[in-house]
């Protein structure tokens, strides 16, 4: 096992290499939080009321709402093309899709709305998927029981937690066949970090030779004694590295004063970086799903294209900004422009603006003229809409965006501009489509680790079962797994649903292909139910058809009572014993 210094170095290494990411990441979330600053010419300018664009965040809102409002559907293929194997793919996509909602459910946002934004926001999606009996064991291991317990509390969503990291917040070393490792920094208090970690922290961070914090607590000091700091009560904050990789994994923290920044990871002449854990954890896999899209042509930055790659290169945003700032501005320090004109040997020439119509006196030799009110620059307002019309050909077209549309636009044009606006997500959504699929295949991954058979409770021809994926049948990682988000537009479904049926009517199409194109997350579900429904009306039918047996008459008399015969209704052969029924 190497020494932590070590991983400290390869650590700076992947925090360097990503500087040129993590600057246009940054400008990423600055349009997505609407933060933008004025230039500092116009700072000083004090007419000018700053205006800032919407349009890169609704952007990102539009799409991420399009492609993260129909569950994924999970399609399992197994190396194996026997009965038994594709009875196992279909019990694989019922477990992880029921395990992937009970994950979402114990978060505080969707997770595929998280995977979704990351891959509309930064073009790269990141998710630790973390198997909590495993967990639970590893912190009663470094003594946290507190958290230990919280963690069985937990299990009452499912053994998975699936946790969608910011990628500013994660360096990945990848090679030309997989990522190879993981180095996640986080800021945390220093109570929180004794609370996660356990003893292993607390008992260093007591030391006195650390001589920078004399208890694992946080505490909230007066602001008398803010004002005098004491050197060990400074630091109420650590940077903490988790380095991983397929064999090995080392953490460590440093201590910091604040929030405000993350620590080197080398730690500092005021404080040394604290060992927290290092060991070959022997899992065999890596348990990050990392992805990135873009292009593999270029390095650093550029490898990654978001949304918004093109407005932050061309600095549409701010030449946005800029021009709607100054034609509000303009607008606004014209609103109380004078809007009469007095000419005259004195002032005494007195307005009152009370009722409407009312008679202005004028002193004689003088003269009351009404001045034009300042008009629009019509070139700031050019200038604007070309923008604005600039900025939706470089993300997202209008018409996902809003429900706005010329009035009278037919349906065939409105439905083709609709596909070509979700042909722009293509890339975005190919991209959330990867990194889900490595969630599932890595929840297999722990599973097989386990050794614990996986438990899921579904929905099979109207009634409730229990399915089981044992790892001691077979390898359950030997599956390929594609996972697919249909977009969610009315006009697209419509679409789908039309060309779907002709498919099935014309062509002979397969009803379940057909179910999965139109949006069905599980097609056999929904034709095992068709089918129930179909039982049930056949049944009925023929419950009728033996009531009907019941009421004929003798054999007689039975053709003149036949309706499909042209005769009467059968119950019109005892018109006695009909009355005495209405009588009872």
Same mark, same amino acid.
């Given at each position: 096992?190497?020494?932590l210094?070590?991983?400290q170095s390869i650590?700076?290494?992947m925090?360097?290499?990503?500087?040129?990411?993590?600057?246009?990441l940054?400008?990423?979330?600055?349009?997505?939080?609407?933060?933008w600053q004025?230039p !500092? !010419?116009?700072q000083?300018v004090?007419w000018?009321? +700053?205006v800032v664009?919407?349009d890169p965040?609704?952007?990102?809102?539009?799409? @991420?709402?399009v492609?993260?409002a129909v569950?994924p559907?999970?399609?399992?293929?197994?190396?194996n093309e026997d009965?038994?194997?594709?009875?196992?793919?279909?019990?694989?996509e019922r477990?992880?899709?029921?395990?992937?909602?009970?994950? *979402?459910?114990?978060?505080r946002?969707? &997770?595929?709305?998280?995977?979704?934004?990351?891959?509309?926001?930064?073009d790269?999606?990141?998710?630790?998927?973390v198997y909590?009996?495993?967990?639970?064991?590893?912190? =009663?291991?470094?003594g946290?029981?507190?958290l230990?317990?919280g963690?069985a509390?937990s299990?009452r969503f499912?053994?998975f937690a699936?946790?969608?990291r910011?990628p500013?917040? &994660?360096?990945?070393?990848?090679?030309d066949?997989?990522?190879e490792?993981?180095?996640l920094?986080?800021?945390?208090?220093?109570?929180?970090?004794?609370?996660?970690w356990?003893d292993?922290?607390?008992?260093?961070?007591?030391?006195p030779?650390?001589?920078?914090?004399?208890?694992?607590a946080?505490v909230q000091?007066t602001?008398?004694?803010?004002? *005098?700091?004491?050197?060990?009560?400074?630091? @109420?904050?650590l940077?903490?590295?988790d380095?991983?990789?397929?064999?090995?994994?080392?953490?460590w923290? &440093?201590l910091?004063?604040?929030a405000?920044?993350?620590?080197?990871?080398?730690?500092?002449?005021q404080?040394?970086?604290i060992?927290?854990?290092r060991?070959?954890?022997?899992?065999g896999?890596? !348990?990050?799903?990392? +992805?990135?899209?873009?292009?593999?042509?270029h390095?650093g930055?550029?490898?990654?294209i978001?949304?918004?790659a093109?407005?932050?290169?061309?600095?549409q945003w701010?030449?946005?900004?800029?021009?709607?700032?100054?034609?509000a501005?303009?607008?606004?320090?014209?609103?109380?422009?004078?809007?009469?004109?007095?000419?005259?040997?004195?002032?005494?020439v007195?307005?009152?603006?009370?009722e409407?119509g =009312?008679?202005v006196?004028?002193?004689p030799?003088?003269q009351?003229n009404p001045?034009?009110?300042?008009?629009?620059?019509?070139?700031?307002a050019?200038?604007?809409?070309?923008?604005?019309?600039r900025?939706?050909?470089s993300?997202?077209?209008?018409?996902?965006q @809003?429900?706005d549309?010329?009035?009278? @636009?037919a349906?065939?044009?409105?439905?083709?501009?609709?596909q070509?606006?979700? +042909?722009?997500?293509?890339?975005?959504?190919?991209?959330?489509?990867?990194?889900?699929?490595?969630?599932?295949?890595?929840?297999?991954?722990?599973?097989?680790?386990?050794?614990?058979?996986?438990?899921?409770? &579904?929905?099979?021809?109207?009634?409730?079962?229990?399915i089981?994926?044992?790892?001691?049948?077979?390898?359950l990682? /030997?599956v390929?797994?594609?996972?697919e988000?249909?977009?969610?537009?009315? *006009?697209?479904?419509?679409?789908?649903?039309n060309?779907?049926s002709?498919?099935?009517r014309d062509?002979?199409?397969?009803?379940?292909?057909?179910?999965?194109?139109?949006g069905?997350?599980d097609?056999?579900?929904?034709?095992? /139910?068709?089918?129930?429904?179909?039982?049930?009306?056949?049944?009925?039918e023929?419950?009728k058809?033996?009531?009907?047996a019941?009421?004929?008459p003798?054999?007689?008399?039975?053709?003149?009572f036949?309706?499909?015969?042209g005769?009467?209704p !059968?119950?019109?052969?005892?018109p006695?014993?009909?009355?005495?029924?209405?009588?009872?």
């Amino acid at each position: 096992m190497q020494e932590l210094a070590y991983f400290q170095s390869i650590a700076q290494n992947m925090i360097a290499a990503d500087r040129e990411r993590d600057e246009m990441l940054r400008a990423m979330d600055a349009m997505w939080h609407n933060r933008w600053q004025l230039p !500092p !010419p116009l700072q000083a300018v004090g007419w000018v009321h +700053k205006v800032v664009s919407t349009d890169p965040h609704d952007a990102v809102r539009a799409g @991420t709402r399009v492609l993260s409002a129909v569950a994924p559907r999970i399609s399992v293929q197994p190396l194996n093309e026997d009965a038994a194997g594709r009875g196992q793919a279909e019990r694989m996509e019922r477990a992880l899709a029921w395990h992937f909602r009970n994950a *979402t459910r114990r978060r505080r946002a969707s &997770v595929l709305r998280d995977v979704v934004l990351s891959a509309l926001l930064y073009d790269e999606v990141v998710a630790q998927v973390v198997y909590l009996p495993a967990q639970q064991q590893a912190v =009663r291991t470094l003594g946290a029981s507190a958290l230990a317990g919280g963690l069985a509390h937990s299990l009452r969503f499912g053994p998975f937690a699936i946790i969608v990291r910011n990628p500013q917040h &994660v360096h990945v070393r990848y090679s030309d066949w997989q990522p190879e490792a993981v180095l996640l920094k986080q800021v945390m208090r220093v109570d929180e970090a004794a609370a996660f970690w356990g003893d292993v922290l607390v008992e260093k961070l007591q030391k006195p030779a650390r001589g920078l914090l004399r208890r694992p607590a946080a505490v909230q000091r007066t602001a008398a004694q803010q004002r *005098t700091p004491r050197n060990d009560e400074m630091a @109420t904050h650590l940077t903490i590295f988790d380095y991983m990789d397929t064999e090995q994994r080392a953490v460590w923290a &440093v201590l910091q004063p604040d929030a405000a920044a993350v620590a080197e990871p080398t730690g500092s002449e005021q404080a040394a970086a604290i060992e927290i854990l290092r060991e070959a954890h022997g899992l065999g896999f890596l !348990p990050w799903a990392a +992805k990135v899209g873009g292009t593999t042509l270029h390095g650093g930055g550029l490898q990654r294209i978001p949304l918004l790659a093109s407005v932050y290169q061309s600095r549409q945003w701010d030449t946005q900004n800029i021009v709607e700032t100054l034609l509000a501005s303009e607008v606004i320090a014209y609103a109380a422009a004078p809007r009469l004109k007095v000419e005259g040997p004195s002032a005494e020439v007195d307005v009152d603006y009370g009722e409407p119509g =009312r008679v202005v006196h004028v002193p004689p030799g003088h003269q009351l003229n009404p001045l034009a009110a300042p008009g629009l620059d019509e070139s700031l307002a050019r200038i604007a809409e070309r923008v604005a019309e600039r900025m939706g050909k470089s993300t997202v077209p209008r018409v996902l965006q @809003t429900a706005d549309f010329p009035g009278g @636009t037919a349906f065939a044009t409105l439905n083709l501009a609709t596909q070509s606006g979700i +042909k722009s997500l293509t890339p975005y959504k190919e991209l959330a489509e990867d990194a889900l699929a490595e969630v599932f295949h890595l929840m297999l991954h722990w599973v097989q680790h386990s050794g614990e058979p996986l438990s899921a409770y &579904v929905s099979k021809r109207g009634r409730r079962e229990t399915i089981a994926l044992d790892p001691a049948e077979g390898d359950l990682t /030997q599956v390929l797994i594609d996972v697919e988000l249909t977009a969610d537009v009315p *006009t697209d479904r419509m679409a789908r649903i039309n060309a779907a049926s002709m498919a099935v009517r014309d062509l002979g199409y397969s009803r379940e292909r057909a179910l999965e194109q139109i949006g069905e997350t599980d097609a056999k579900e929904v034709m095992a /139910q068709a089918e129930q429904e179909q039982l049930a009306a056949a049944r009925l039918e023929a419950r009728k058809r033996r009531l009907l047996a019941d009421a004929e008459p003798p054999e007689p008399n039975r053709r003149g009572f036949d309706p499909a015969a042209g005769g009467l209704p !059968p119950v019109m052969a005892d018109p006695e014993g009909v009355a005495g029924a209405n009588t009872e």
